[in-house]
C-alpha cells in the first residue's frame, strides 16, 4: 500500500519520503511503537517507493496542506501503487524486497536470517536498492541477532534493513545502537475508523465504537468481534450508571465487581477495553452537558441513556471520572491488579 493510502505518521512518512528524494534514506532503521498502528505497512511502503518503475513525484504534501510555504517547494515521493514492482512487492514475491517474520513458534531463528543474509551479498536483482524487512524483530533469537550484527554495521551495499517492532526494548543494546531509531505513536480514533471503515468495510457505526476501545491500533480494533463489543459497551454503561447513583461504600465495592466479571474474570487486558468503553462514554457525557454537536458522539446510539446519565454526573464529576479512569488504566498498564484497581476507580467516581 502506497503513503498515500496509509492513515496517520505524517511527521514519520514526511521524514521517510525526504529522505528517498535526497538518497539519504539510511541503511539500518527501526520502527519503534505500538502494535497495529501499521509500521510494517510503512516499511513496505518505503521499500515500494524506492523500488517504484514510475514513481509519483509531487512538489507538496498529498494532504494539501500547503507546506510548500516555509519550507520552501518540498518534494514528495510515493509508489504508483500498480507497476510491476509494486505489484510484486505488496504480493510479497518481490525478489530484492526480503521479509523475515517470526514462525509459528513465534521467534525467527538464525537459519533464515543467514539466509536472507547470504541473498545480500549479491547487487539487488530486479530492483534499485533490496530491503530486509524483519517483522516482530523482538522474535529474534539472541543468536539471530549477533547474526544480524556485522550486517548491521556495515551493511551491504544497495541493502536496507528495517526492524519493526513494539517492543524495541527486547532487542540487545548493541542492535539498537547501529539502527536510526524511528517512533510510531497511536492511531486517533478517527483514523482507526476511517481504515475499518475503507479496508474492512465495516459498518460506521460499529466502526466508531470499536476504534473508541482500541487504543489507536488497528489490530486491536479488529480483534475485537461485534459480539464482544457489545457485551464491553453493556457492562461498561451498567458500571457507569450503577456508579454514579450511589454513595454507599460497600455498593460502590459490589459494582466494582461488574469490571472484574465473574467465570472466568476478565484478564488486565479486558478489564482495560471495558474502561476505554467507559472512557469514551464519560467524553460524550461531557459533550452531551456542554450542548455541543452531537455528530461527535462516539456512542450515538446510547445517547438517550447518556443524557439521563448526565443528571447525575454532568460537567466536573463526568471529568473527573475520566481523569480516574484515565489513572486506572495506566496502573493496569503497569501491571496492578485488576480486582484493586477497579475497586480503587469505584470509589473515585
Ligand atoms: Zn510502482
Known amino acids: 500500500m502506497p503513503f498515500r493510502d496509509l492513515a496517520g505518521h505524517r511527521p514519520v512518512i514526511g521524514l521517510l519520503t525526504r529522505a528517498i528524494v535526497r538518497g539519504t534514506l539510511p541503511p539500518t532503521l527501526l520502527f519503534d511503537g505500538p502494535p497495529g498502528v501499521g509500521k510494517w505497512q510503512v516499511a513496505q511502503a518505503v521499500a515500494a517507493a524506492v523500488n517504484c518503475l514510475a514513481p509519483i513525484v509531487a512538489a507538496r504534501a498529498e494532504d494539501g496542506s500547503g507546506e ?3 519550507a520552501g517547494s518540498e518534494t514528495r515521493i510515493d509508489a504508483c501503487g500498480t507497476c510491476k514492482s509494486c505489484d510484486r512487492i505488496a504480493r510479497g514475491v518481490h525478489v530484492d524486497v526480503l521479509a523475515l517474520e517470526p514462525d509459528e513458534k513465534s521467534s525467527i531463528k538464525i537459519d533464515p536470517v543467514r539466509e536472507v543474509l547470504e541473498r545480500c551479498n549479491f547487487r539487488p536483482f530486479e530492483g534499485k536498492r533490496r530491503f530486509v524487512l524483519i517483522r516482530d524483530a523482538e522474535m529474534l533469537e ?3 541477532q549477533n547474526a544480524l550484527l556485522k550486517s548491521l554495521e556495515e551493511p551491504p551495499a544497495s541493502t536496507v ?3 519493526v517492532t513494539s517492543v524495541a526494548g527486547v532487542l540487545l543494546q548493541t542492535v539498537r545502537s547501529r539502527c ?4 510510531f505513536g497511536r ?7 476511517g ?3 475503507r479496508d474492512y468495510a465495516i459498518a460506521p457505526a460499529e466502526a466508531r465504537a470499536a476504534a473508541a476501545l482500541a487504543d489507536g491500533s488497528i489490530s486491536r480494533a479488529l480483534a475485537q468481534s461485534s459480539e464482544d463489543l457489545a457485551e464491553v459497551r453493556q457492562t461498561a454503561q451498567a458500571f457507569l450508571a450503577q456508579i454514579v447513583g450511589s454513595d454507599d461504600v460497600r455498593q460502590k465495592l459490589e459494582v466494582a465487581k461488574l469490571l472484574i466479571g465473574a467465570k472466568p474474570e476478565r484478564t488486565r487486558e479486558e478489564v482495560a477495553i471495558v474502561l476505554r468503553a467507559a472512557q469514551s462514554m464519560l467524553r460524550d457525557l461531557e459533550v452531551i452537558h456542554a450542548g455541543a454537536d452531537l455528530r461527535v458522539l462516539a456512542n450515538p446510539d446510547l445517547q438517550d441513556s447518556l443524557t439521563r446519565l448526565t443528571r ?3 460537567g466536573d464529576r463526568a471529568r473527573r471520572a475520566f481523569q ?3 489513572r486506572a488504566l495506566m496502573a493496569l498498564d503497569r501491571n496492578a491488579g485488576s480486582k484493586v484497581v477497579a475497586e480503587w476507580l469505584a470509589m473515585q467516581i
Do not use: H, K, N, W
Open 68 to 70: 510548500e510555504g516555509a
Open 142 to 144: 539472541p543468536q539471530a
Open 161 to 163: 534493513f528495517i526492524l
Open 180 to 183: 536510526m531509531r524511528l517512533r
Open 187 to 193: 492511531l486517533t480514533e478517527d483514523e482507526v475508523t
Open 195 to 197: 481504515v475499518l471503515t
Open 312 to 314: 447525575g454526573a454532568g
Open 324 to 326: 480516574s479512569v484515565d
